[in-house]
Every structure is written in structure tokens, then in C-alpha cells.
């Protein structure tokens, strides 16, 4: 889908660049820990000062990178129909993703299994308003854990036919789901890299954390030519200092961090800058969602995304522990974050629930009735002569009424084409 | 409060033209009703093609009436430190207006009463939210019909100090109105002219009429200066075409036509551009709001006012009969419309429940939270030195947390200042 109403700005010129000076003084005087050697070779071969597990990367390193991520790139499922371009002015829904629980109405709140697992996929699949699959919608509990996400990568592709999510913990969970997509599209791995099918996100441990699992999951999807957003968790207040202009300055170093290493693994590979800043309560340490700071957050990390050339991952979210009037509005207010801030890929678009602690089926129906209006919104107004139905308001008297009166089609779709 | 972060466009500068030029035919060929014999007078004075109880206008009259109408103007309630600025970036919250029902959670739903008039009025009071007040919030059913806005007006100056909205049915109520807000400030009714301290709503009967009761309250308030947003009730499919663009067109004659009265009255009396396009169920005809088509509706109309350099006009809404997730999602969809378009005045922002036939307590303080949250977002960022807290990520490592670490204290106020 491709927004054609724009986005907005929070940040004015002089703000925004004040936040990637910030950024650029804490990549060259504070550094990030990064615990992989193999990836502090690659920055110390890029001339980044390395002290210990610390590295410190100037402007040149951060330019060099920016300069060969492209801007966009289409994500190509073993259904060659439901391409999906990301970057520009398109926008793509994703599943939620990495809960241990679930929800539904009748069993109540439960660890979550393969049976639930499936059956999110199969939703997925179904409705227009979910166009790929983050990370494991929820953990399959009763499977070894060594082993699981061999299982959700093959009801993915049994089961859908969409994009996915690899879980990026570490090289073989990376590679083994590179690998399936690749059999299902019966493609070698160098096709792969030609036109990549799926994706990832690398967690940053916020502050100023890569640790090894997730830059080694990170190398390997770079390697394969496949997309990595690069996502710092800094809630406000807890992971990042409590001032929205500082936690997006920390943001921001850290996901030009991430962004460069996928450049030094492989100049051109796709990269996504990933934002995930929303704020905590200061009385409890419970991380808010939905909250006007991350809406502003959401807006602004776009700005950032669109200076650096890069498309933009955020996410849809609330901490409500039910599907209520809470839900609701905390969702609405990320998403509208997600819409102005002009996000090509929005996580956790649907069925997230308790903060990401739980996926809720009632939730995932609810998400999807908010994310088809607004798809809605996000189609052009047609203004052309027949869509102004001046002979409608010709025959219709003053005083009167439209309701048999026959209009152009186009611009009201019956409910039931938003499945 | 102003708007720091500007509005959004969903029409481009074609499709704007064609809704103008659209209406202006309708306006030139069709004509409005009007069942004002002064009203008409005045239109032929001018120039009109007068037909029965019909008014042809030209351009010219339009063209004229927009050279002489404020762009922006400021209401002083008996409080001169609460007055409001209604136009430009402003924006102002108004309490749900206009039902003859009540719920709330004890007492269910049932005929509204004075009691209740009066306990939202004090909410009204309270809540920083809430800038001015409607229409009558609830209808008093228990006192006579041709007094009740006597004992409304009562308690707007007496339980609050918030500018009001004078019931515009006929001249008699619109004058008392204004005679009680002067009498309130120790005020000439030539002071209240200077300074204007009530509104009113002028609904047009759409399609295309203009009423006696309505045509002679606009013209009453227009001759004492007060404010008049002129506001077509232009649901598609029912009192308008079912496509947007045609909608947009009606409602855009219907309104520069009642704009054009209140010029001819009294050239220079400020006028806002009142929109309310939703669309109905096509199924049922029930009227639907919060809707993705009323989110563009109040965008567009936006532009439109925009572009006439007139304040404008929007309101809140939803359809829900409960405060469920649906109240919550479709107000929250037709209050970004309202931020989107950069609506000035946005009425029913508080406690409208049922698409607007019955006030709801619960709903109110849903909608106060909401309206807080909206207000929080309408808030710049500040990227100053000390708001980029170098320092605290200097002092947090790697992996720590900033939960106990002090940061300025101008990005986040607690809740307790949201009242």
C-alpha cells in the first residue's frame, strides 16, 4: 500500500539536526559495547578506535554506510504476487510478534502453543490488512527450543504465503529460515540476495548494547543479502534518558550503528532504521505504549529515517492487559504515529496485547477493523467529474434526500470487500 | 492551544479546485433554499437571482463575502484570562452538545434533566481539556421548551467561566444568549461586538435549505459580531451524494452561502467553516461517524477553509451506543481528522456517546484522557542543549538503565497536571 497524504514533522530543521549531532557525539566519544569479534574486526578495519568490547565510530563511517543502503527494496514471498516494496512512501502491516502467552475469550490467558501458533498464521493469511509475518507470532511452549522456530518458519510457508520474519538469535535460526524460504520459492541462496524474501529485526540491548547472538544474527542476514531493521528498545525513563530528544539522540546512534555493520557485511544490503521509543511510568518502571510521547517518537523517527535515506520500521502497540477502550485508543494513537511518521513497515500491527506480553485473537480482529480503515484513509480522494455527481445533486430536490439516488462507485466499497 | 506541527493534505491542489468550482455551480445553478423573507432581501440587495424561495448567487458574492470575513477572532468569556483565539494554528475543545438523553453507568440511559446539565457543566469547568461550551450538553427535558435555554445559559455562568454557545433557533434565544454573557462581563452589547464572548452553529438542512429559525439566529448573532460557523449536515448517501467529492462540493456551497449571509449582515463578522461529511451504514442509513471517510472529510475540509482563509469548523464523533473499543477507535479516527485538518474549534470533543443522542459521563472522562493525550502531542519537542541529556547517557554504561538517573524536567510532566 502506498501512502499518498504525506506525513508530518514534530522536529523542526534546527531540532532535527540537533538530535544527529547528539547521535554522532555518542558514536565518537561514548561508543557502543559490541560483544561479537568478528563484527569489532569489521569496524576496526573500517579505522573505528576499538577499546576492549567498546566501539567508537566517527562520521565517516556512518556516511560511508548511509551512502550504499538503498533507499527501498521489495521483499519477494514464494508468491510472486504479494511482492511488497518497502521504502518511499509504502506501508506494510505485520503480525505481532514474540509473546509466550496468548489470549482468547473462552481459555483465557495461557502459554501459548503450536495449535495457537497456526492458527495466527492462518489469520494472517487471510486478512488484507496483514502483509507479513514478524518474528514468531507467539512461542510454540510445548517445543524444544532449540528447534522451534524450524517448525514456525515451515507453518509460515505451509500455511501462508507470505514474507517472514527469521529469528535473528544468533547465525542458524538466521540462515535455516533463509534457507526454507528459499526451497519454497525453489531458489538458490544467490537468488536469494538478488531479490531477498525475508526479514529481521536486531534488538538493541539499550544502552549502547549489540551483544553477540544478535550482531552474529545481524552478519548473517546482511551476508544473504537480506533486510535487518535495526531496532534500539529505549523507553524513555528506563533504557534511554526520560527527555524524548536525548532517547531519540540515543536511538539514533545505535541504529547508525547497527545500520553501518550491515554496510561493512555487505555494502548495499538492505536496512531498515528501526524505532521502538515510547516511555515508561515513572511510579512503577511499566513500560507505556500508545502514549502521546511515542507518538511523537513515531513521527520523529521518520524525519530521522527520511534525512538518512533509509526506510523506516516502528510499530503498532498499547499496554492494555484486555480488548477494551484502552486497547483501542492506545493502538490508535501508535498507528497515527506509524501513518505521520510515513513507516514502511509497521510490527506488531495486529493482535499485540499486554505490553507484547500476550497475542490476543479478539485483539488481532479488532487491530485488523483499525488497520482496514486505515487503509481506507490512505487511498486517494478521486475528484474527477463523475466522482462531483453534480447531476445527483441536480435531481435530488432541496430539503430531499440521496438515499436511492446513483452515484459513481468508486468512492464508498461495501464492508465486505475488507476482509 | 496552537498547533506546532501542521496539518496534512488528502486533496491535492487539482482535486481542491474541482470541489470549488463544483460548488460555486451549485450555488450559481442549483441555488439554496431559503425560507427567511429578510434573508432573501439582503441576498437580493446584493445581487442574487431570487426564484420563490430560492437563491442563485454568483461568485462575486462569494469572492466578496470571504474579502471582508476574519481570519481569525478571539472569544472572551467572563474570565479574560481564559479567552480563545479561533483561528490560524489555534485549536479549542468543546463539550458534547445537543442530545435529550443521558447515560451513565448507575442509572443506565434515560431522558436527560437539569441535574445533569449542571454536573457536566462543572466537568466542563474542571477539565483542562474542555475550552468551551457547546450547545446545550444535554437538554434539561424537564423544564419548558420555551425557557430551558434561560436556565442553560444560567448555569454555563454560573458553574463555569468558559465562553458558551447560544441556541440559534430563532432570534429570541440567540439574543438572550448574548444579553447574559454581557450582563456576565458588565459589558454594552457594542463591547460584546468589539470583543465577541458566544457562538453559535448554524446547521444547514441539507440538501440545500437554509430554515427560517436558522436563517434568523445567524443573522442575530452576525449583528452583534458574535461568531456563526456555518455547518451543512452532509452525511453521504443520505443528505449529500455518496461519494466524498461530491459531499465535499455540497457542503462547500452550503457554507460559503450561510458565510455570505453573515457578510451581508454585518461585513467583518467573524464566521468559522463548519464541516460534519460523514457517511451513513448503506445497509441500515444509519449514520456512521469515526469513520475513515469522515477522517478525509475533516481533512479536506480543512483545505477548503484553508484555502477561504476562514477559521474552521469540525467535530468529534462516534456511532458506539457504549464505551466500548468502538467509541474509543472512531473517536480517536475523527479527532486526528480534526488535528489532520487543523480544525480551530472542534465540538463534541467530550462525552458524545451514540452518534450523538445520548451524553455519557464514563465517556466524557474516556474522551478528557483522549483530549489530554491530543493535547500532549500538540507539543513541541525541545531539542535544546540540556533536553539532549549528554551527560546522563554519559554517566548510564552500556546495558545499564537511567531509571534513578536525573534528566530535565521539561519533556515530561507527571499525570497529576492533566486535570
Same mark, same amino acid.
Request: charged residues 15%.
Given at each position: ?14 531540532? +532535527? ?10 558514536? &565518537?566519544?561514548?561508543?557502543?559495547? +559490541? ?28 556516511? @560511508? ?18 511482492? +511488497? ?31 495457537? /501458533? ?24 510445548? +517445543?524444544?527450543?532449540?528447534?522451534? %522456530?524450524?517448525? @514456525? ?10 514474507? /517472514? %520474519? ?57 551476508? %544473504?543479502?537480506?533486510?535487518? =531493521? ?42 531498515? /532504521? ?40 516502528? =510499530? ?10 484502552? @486497547?483501542? /485508543? ?29 497475542? =490476543? ?32 445533486? &441536480? ?8 438515499? @436511492? ?10 464492508? =465486505?470487500?475488507? %476482509?
Amino acid at each position: 500500500m502506498e501512502n499518498p497524504h504525506g506525513t508530518l514533522e514534530v522536529l523542526d530543521a534546527e531540532g +532535527l539536526s540537533a538530535i544527529h549531532t547528539a547521535s554522532t557525539r555518542v558514536l &565518537e566519544e561514548l561508543g557502543i559495547e +559490541l560483544w561479537s569479534p568478528e563484527a569489532r574486526r569489521l569496524f576496526a578495519d573500517a579505522g573505528a578506535k576499538i577499546d576492549g568490547e567498546v566501539v567508537r565510530i566517527g562520521a565517516d563511517i556512518v556516511e @560511508a554506510a548511509l551512502a550504499t543502503a538503498p533507499s527501498s527494496f521489495t521483499l519477494t514471498s514464494r508468491n510472486p504476487s504479494k511482492q +511488497l516494496r518497502i521504502g518511499g512512501r509504502s506501508m506494510a502491516f505485520g503480525l505481532v510478534a514474540g509473546p509466550a502467552a496468548v489470549h482468547d475469550e473462552i481459555e483465557g490467558r495461557r502459554a501459548s502453543n503450536m495449535a495457537d /501458533y497456526e492458527n495466527f498464521i492462518r489469520l494472517a493469511h487471510y486478512f488484507n490488512a496483514i502483509h507479513i509475518i514478524g518474528n514468531q507470532v507467539v512461542a510454540p511452549m510445548e +517445543l524444544p527450543a532449540n528447534t522451534r %522456530h524450524l517448525d @514456525a518458519y515451515r507453518a509460515n510457508l505451509m500455511l501462508s504465503d507470505l514474507s /517472514y %520474519h527469521c529469528t535473528s538469535i544468533g547465525r542458524g535460526r538466521a540462515l535455516d529460515g533463509i534457507q526454507m524460504m528459499a526451497i519454497s520459492r525453489g531458489d538458490s541462496l544467490d537468488d536469494m540476495a538478488a531479490a531477498p524474501g525475508v526479514t529481521t529485526i536486531i534488538s538493541v540491548n539499550s544502552p549502547r548494547r549489540f551483544d553477540a547472538e544478535m550482531a552474529s544474527g545481524l552478519m548473517t542476514m546482511a551476508e %544473504h543479502g537480506q533486510p535487518v =531493521s535495526v531496532t534500539p528498545f529505549t523507553l524513555m525513563g528506563a533504557m534511554a534518558p526520560v527527555t524524548l530528544a536525548a532517547a531519540l539522540a540515543q536511538q539514533n546512534a545505535e541504529a547508525l550503528f547497527g545500520i553501518a555493520l550491515t554496510q561493512l557485511v555487505r555494502p548495499g544490503a538492505p536496512v531498515l /532504521y528501526g524505532a521502538f521509543t515510547s516511555n515508561v511510568d515513572m511510579r512503577s518502571g511499566a513500560p507505556a505504549f500508545g502514549t502521546p510521547e511515542q507518538v511523537k517518537a513515531n513521527v520523529a523517527s521518520g524525519q530521522l529515517a527520511r534525512r538518512y535515506g533509509l526506510p523506516y520500521r516502528a =510499530s503498532n502497540s498499547s499496554a492494555s492487559n484486555v480488548v477494551d477502550a484502552q @486497547a483501542a /485508543y492506545e493502538t490508535q494513537m501508535s498507528l497515527w504515529g506509524c501513518v505521520l511518521g510515513g513507516a514502511n513497515l509497521v510490527y506488531h500491527a495486529a493482535g499485540w496485547m499486554e505490553g507484547g506480553l500476550q497475542a =490476543s485473537y479478539e485483539k488481532l480482529i479488532l487491530d485488523v477493523e483499525m488497520l482496514q480503515q486505515t487503509m481506507e484513509f490512505l487511498t486517494p480522494v478521486p475528484c474527477s467529474g463523475p466522482d462531483l455527481a453534480f447531476d445527483a445533486m &441536480e435531481r435530488v430536490p432541496t430539503g430531499g434526500h440521496f438515499s @436511492a439516488t446513483s452515484t459513481p462507485s468508486n468512492a464508498m466499497r461495501p464492508p =465486505s470487500t475488507r %476482509h
